[in-house]
């Protein structure tokens, strides 16, 4: 199967023909007028007719599906979304729609919000629009103040606003719904029911039925779960959706060049099918049967957890590692060592295996190396002796010896040859990738005189990259042999880094090892049972011994050791065969007029050549491309994104198409990935259409959008106790901190009928009532609270302020309801944790919770598992009680004199130091007296009475003791 394909597979399109209505709007139409909107909304003549700048007849189609009604489209990867949207932008509002309000301003234009737009994206639309004589504004960020926010609204145009800023503004009245013509939402994958952007999308339709909403997504593969395209719609208050896959007839039509007149005979695009070594095939064998054996051993410790996606063929799925820790975390807290280390295990595995390919022999070498001396340290008693069963599974299989052995092999194996001197001598191996050696005969091929674009993957490559094209252009070769022995001077620093962290670790005593209980799939089966049983681990300890050098003096690994009067004589022979003229050679960085990323972008310019190296990027490729315009372009590695923005411009530029060169790994894991990458888009396209063939209509009202969790639940209307008497019409009113619209919690409150106020509060996140203050903490947040000490200021403050301050923890719902998280959540990511690092993390955490009980005996804590719940307590908490009043919660800490404290913390801290009173019993003094002249003149009885016998003697002697001088 090719990786540069048409896709023009004939089911998907005859699928897509029979439920896809496609509305055809010639483009002439809409020079003359505008479609309306679902509800009609009063359009005014356009003055002049409207020029776009969309070349390709699928984006054309597009915008006339989009301008004929409210939808959302689904767009492939690379088809180009971006100049799609900036013309929908400038046509809309070019439309002067009529403001639904009483008195409009005069010259005040429509008003578009642009929603999930980041940096990059901005720039390239405002750089869209900017060709249409059209501008945009970006509101981000705390730089604008509310003022400046108020003006750019009312001025109206496009205006692109993180989600969190215009819900705080919406809410807080600063721009209200009725004013907004139109919504157009990015990214639409990642609507959630808790979102930022379904808030938004919910206080638009409550109080604006007439503006329209728009949403687009480049990524259908995140459609996923249980009727995903129905869940999306719902959020966005959409009935439409527009699929366009690359398979789509009318993409295949703008794509498919080759009728073209001005085409050339010539073959534009030449797979170049490259030939692992015989050491890389070897890796990479021993590779895929280690994330086997792991698979099956974590099927094996988790049989009821496991699913038909748990299968080697899903291997080069992106997300195939995540999706199986996703499965396993709400059981993360009940689940053993060994199927924790076998998860990481595979994202350890499948990451060496995109190293294998991407990183030269002695960068992959040191990935290895550090592995398994990493894996040797945690395995080594404080008394000597090694503990192999704390090792990484992965270790323990039949075929790691062959992954460390080849991986040295490659970097640092000997070899002898004959020198032009005639004396046999030996060298490094130093294994060149087999890419090098085809970029370089590709390059003499083209020659000089084009303007050559190479592409890669990540900035690792770009850079390495970057100096074997330098070399090209001076020497008129690519002297992989040359780099290769640049680095092996970084191979001895890290060498002597490693050696000096290997003493670092043994003077920390650690002697806590968990045992990894793993099946026969991980032990060698060479010896009998009979010898096994008398020479209990003996297969173990061979397997290790294969894996490491272990002295007897010294019990740590050595990585391989450089003879350093091989490395001068390589260096030597590198000086004397590297080009006087080499020097001259240079590198320059493009202005950055776009944004782009200078880290990035590497143009190489001597005279007769012009290439640039550059990392794939689908937020820049297009820009990249029409402003670089390469003759050739070379894919280092396979990019499904960017070879459709590459099958994009070679449709507008036709005339004069870039030969595009495709290099990959026949046989190999990046050869897969690209294949399954293609398959998935199609397969995610198919189910989406299958599932808008079988969309029923949907209807509700702004009722049916409120939670099951009403206030008729919680209300209770008995008048006990003196309590406010409350009805299900009562308002009830929650102020919250501008800062805690990063969560979801605030769209929860307002979804269960709260009415929201953002304010910038000084003490707590949420203010319930006159009297009750919380303190929300997440997992993270908690963590960090307590590392840095903000959370004791933080209590310290609301007890003096509020009669009753909570600290609300809240857990991840899609995580255990457990401590576990606390101690993950304290370690490096991506690495295992043990069981009694586990439990210690955990009596940790416990006890700083104890102790800040302690100091503030009337703080209470809420558990939370999940923001649902949360929503939840505090509609049973606000149930009988006053709403807060705005003025007094947003004074309270400033230090005015219109917002007290409510104790006197001097007379707290006096009370505190008396031998007797403490943190927990202070508060029974300040009940029983109104100041310290009062409390000095009770009797040792009264003391005694309040504070017990014990503590009311030593403070009432403290207090009378004389004092003689």
């Known amino acids: 199967m090719s990786l540069f394909v048409g896709e023009d597979d004939d089911t998907e399109t005859e699928l ?7 509305v055809e709007v010639p483009v002439q139409e809409l020079e003359r007028s505008l479609p309306t909107t679902a509800l009609e909304p009063d359009v005014s003549e356009l003055p002049e007719p409207i020029k776009l700048s969309l070349p390709l007849k699928y984006q054309r189609e597009i915008v006339s599906d989009l301008l004929a009604k409210d939808a959302l489209l689904i767009l492939g990867k690379g088809l180009g979304w971006e100049i799609i949207v900036a013309n929908i932008l400038y046509i809309l509002n070019l439309s002067n729609l009529k403001d639904k309000l009483p008195n409009p301003p005069a010259n005040r234009k429509s008003l578009l919000i642009l929603l999930n737009a980041n940096e990059v994206e901005n720039h390239k639309i405002a750089a869209d629009l900017l060709e249409l004589q059209a501008s945009m504004t970006v509101v981000g960020g705390e730089s604008t103040v509310v003022d400046k926010r108020r003006q750019i609204y009312q001025k109206g145009g496009v205006v692109s606003i993180t989600s969190r800023i215009l819900v705080v503004d919406l809410l807080s009245e600063v721009l209200k719904p009725e004013e907004i013509n139109g919504l157009f939402v990015l990214h639409a994958e990642r609507i959630k029911e808790t979102s930022n952007e379904s808030f938004i ?49 009318d993409v295949i039509e703008s794509l498919s060049f080759r009728h073209k007149k001005f085409h050339r005979d010539l073959k534009t695009v030449n797979e170049i099918n490259i030939k692992l070594s015989y050491k890389m095939t070897r890796i990479q064998s021993a590779l895929l049967t280690c994330i086997e054996q792991c698979l099956k051993e974590l099927i094996r410790h988790c049989q009821s957890l496991s699913t038909d996606y748990w299968d080697i063929e899903n291997l080069y799925d992106p997300d195939f590692v995540h999706r199986i820790r996703n499965s396993l975390e709400s059981h993360w807290h009940r689940l053993t060592q060994t199927p924790k280390s076998l998860v990481y295990d595979l994202g350890f595995l499948k990451g060496l295996l995109s190293s294998l390919l991407t990183r030269d022999s002695l960068t992959f070498y040191q990935i290895v190396q550090s592995a398994v ?7 080594v008693n404080t008394s000597g002796t090694m503990n192999l069963t704390s090792m990484s599974p992965w270790l323990n299989s039949d075929v790691a010896p062959t ?13 002898k040859y004959v020198g032009s001197d005639g004396v046999e001598s ?39 990259l970057q100096c074997l094209i330098q070399k090209f252009i001076m020497t008129g070769e690519i002297n992989s042999r040359s780099y290769m022995v640049s680095k092996l001077r970084g191979y001895l620093m890290w060498k002597e880094l490693s050696k000096l962290r290997r003493q670092l670790s043994n003077d920390v005593n650690d002697d806590e090892q968990d045992d990894i209980v793993v099946s026969k799939t991980f032990k060698r089966s060479r010896e009998n049972a009979s010898i096994r049983r008398r020479t209990r681990g003996a297969s173990s300890v061979a397997n290790v011994n294969r894996l490491y050098s272990v002295d007897d003096s010294d019990r740590n690994p050595e990585s391989a050791d450089i003879d350093t009067a091989v490395l001068e004589k390589l260096e030597l022979e590198n000086q004397e065969n590297e080009p006087k003229e080499f020097s001259k050679a240079h590198v320059k960085q493009e202005p950055n007029e776009n944004e782009l990323e200078d880290d990035d972008l590497i143009i190489i ?13 689908s937020k820049t490729d297009d820009t990249l491309l029409n402003e670089f315009k390469p003759t050739h372009i070379i894919f280092y590695e396979p990019n499904l994104s960017f070879i459709r923005r590459v099958e994009n411009y070679q449709g507008v530029h036709f005339n004069e198409p870039a030969k595009v060169y495709m290099m990959f790994y026949g046989t190999s894991a990046e050869e897969q990935s690209s294949l399954v990458q293609m398959k998935k888009e199609k397969e995610a396209f198919t189910r989406l259409i299958r599932e808008k063939a079988n969309l029923s209509k949907h209807f509700e009202t702004k009722e049916d959008t409120k939670f099951t969790i009403t206030k008729k639940h919680v209300v209770n209307t008995r008048i006990a106790g003196g309590q406010r008497f409350q009805t299900e019409d009562d308002e009830f009113r929650v102020i919250v901190d501008v800062r805690e619209f990063n969560s979801s919690l605030p769209n929860l409150l307002y979804r269960v009928g709260s009415k929201v106020i953002p304010c910038m509060l000084t003490i707590g996140d949420y203010i319930l009532t006159p009297k009750i203050c919380v303190e929300r903490k997440a997992i993270p947040d908690l963590i960090a609270s307590f590392q840095s000490g903000r959370l004791y200021n933080q209590c310290e403050q609301m007890s003096r302020y509020y009669e009753l301050p909570v600290l609300l923890i809240e857990f991840d719902e899609e995580k255990s309801f457990s401590f576990e998280p606390f101690s993950e959540s304290r370690t490096r990511p991506g690495a295992p944790v043990s069981n009694n690092t586990n439990r210690f993390l955990q009596d940790h955490i416990q006890n700083k919770i104890t102790m800040l009980l302690i100091s503030f005996p009337k703080l209470k804590i809420i558990w939370s598992s999940s923001p649902y719940q949360t929503a939840q307590i505090f509609i049973e908490l606000k149930a009988g009680e006053e709403a807060p009043d705005i003025t007094s919660a947003i004074n309270k800490g400033l230090n005015s004199d219109e917002s007290p404290a409510l104790y006197n913390e001097g007379a707290i801290d006096l009370l505190q130091s008396i031998p007797g009173i403490n943190a927990s019993n202070f508060h029974l003094i300040m009940n029983r007296v109104r100041n310290i002249e009062e409390m000095v003149k009770l009797t040792k009885q009264d003391f005694c009475d309040i504070l017990g016998e014990e503590n009311g003697a030593k403070a009432y002697n403290f207090i009378n003791r004389s004092v003689r001088p």
């Open 16 to 22: 897509l023909a029979q439920t896809e209505a496609h």
């Open 201 to 249: 999308v919910n206080l638009y339709r409550d109080q604006n039925e007439w503006g329209f909403i728009k949403a687009f997504s480049d990524d259908p593969e995140s459609f996923t779960g249980f009727t995903p395209l129905a869940s999306r719609l719902r959020h966005l208050k959409l009935s439409n959706t527009l699929l366009w896959p690359r398979f789509h007839v």
């Open 373 to 379: 001396d990493g894996n040797l340290r945690r395995s």
């Open 403 to 415: 992954i460390t052995s080849y991986a040295k092999e490659r970097a640092l194996g000997m070899s």
């Open 426 to 464: 030996v060298e490094y191996n130093l294994e060149p990738l087999p890419k090098w050696i085809e970029l370089n005969k590709l390059l003499k091929e083209i020659g000089p005189n084009s303007r050559i674009l190479v592409m890669a993957s990540d900035r690792m490559v770009v850079e390495e």
């Open 605 to 617: 310019d001597e005279q007769r050549y012009t290439i640039e190296v550059q990392s794939f990027n």
